[in-house]
């Protein structure tokens, strides 16, 4: 295992695209301390913001200290593990097509922006854009799966293409919006206009006050899909809390959004 613990008290922020552990299995220690990474505008030397201790040949690392700061952990990986012990910047994982990224903590804005494949799990809050696709961008996510244990922001999904997203706490706007397929799960409460313009997929609403539904959206059915029961084992299998009232429960299903082509399905807890 590679461990680096973050030393610096810099308010600029830092950018680490590149250092992942596909790259540096096979460097010594020397080597990925000379590695140059962003501070602002210039590029410097890791050494200068980590210490660098243990054998990267086994693809883990373990990140120390409070990264908040520090930008893009995991970008574009393609293998092995990464674990924050403590909070984490913007772009968590972005791009990335396989491994898994586990932090213990909070992280920013676009955790697993444009994610193709793999795992990423944080535990703590996130920010907004989580599996989104960048700005100009067809598409968000293609694949993988992300899992937000606390609450997130605005635009969750934004044109998702493939994968499952779940947030265990609440979000805010437009959760799923322009999602073209995919699973997006939220089990707290949810804000405004959730799956609007969606294409294809699935978004779950599960939190105890169903979210008002927009008018495009076709009401359906009341039923209990057990379908579910294999998603929430799946959800649990990764450590994922899934309630138990949930397994039970049944749901209403609503189909469009009818702005668009109207495939999709969106379910909400039925309350009575």
Not at 79 to 98: D, P, Y
Not at 153 to 170: P, Q, S, Y
Not at 200 to 222: A, D, E, K, N
Request: aromatic share 8%; with cysteine.
């Amino acid at each position: 295992m590679l461990k680096l613990t973050y030393q610096a008290t810099t308010a600029v922020p830092v950018e680490i695209e590149g250092l992942t552990p596909d790259a540096v299995r096979e460097k010594s220690l020397a080597d990925i301390e000379r590695l140059e990474i962003h501070h602002g505008n210039q590029k410097l030397p890791l050494a200068e913001f980590f210490s660098v201790s243990g054998d990267p040949s086994d693809a883990r690392f373990e990140f120390e200290g409070n990264l908040a700061g520090v930008h893009w952990i995991g970008a574009h990986m393609t293998e092995g593990e990464i674990h924050v012990q403590g909070n984490a910047g913007r772009h968590l994982g972005s791009e990335m097509t396989g491994g898994a990224i586990h932090v213990h903590g909070d992280a920013g804005d676009w955790v697993g922006g444009e994610l193709h494949g793999g795992l990423i799990h944080v535990r703590g809050s996130a920010g907004h854009l989580i599996g989104s696709a960048y700005r100009g961008s067809k598409r968000g996510m293609t694949g993988g799966t992300i899992l937000i244990g606390g609450s997130v922001g605005n635009e969750v999904g934004h044109t998702m293409r493939r994968g499952m997203l779940a947030i265990g706490g609440g979000c805010g706007d437009f959760v799923g919006i322009n999602m073209i397929a995919g699973t997006i799960l939220v089990f707290g409460e949810c804000g405004i206009r959730a799956a609007a313009g969606m294409r294809r997929g699935t978004v779950g609403l599960f939190g105890p006050v169903p979210p008002p539904i927009l008018s495009s959206f076709r009401r359906s059915c009341l039923y209990e899909p057990l379908f579910l029961q294999l998603v929430f084992r799946y959800l649990r299998s990764h450590e994922f809390i899934v309630p138990d009232e949930l397994w039970p429960a049944s749901y209403r299903l609503y189909h469009g959004d009818n702005v668009a082509i109207g495939h999709g399905e969106v379910l909400v807890r039925a309350t009575a």
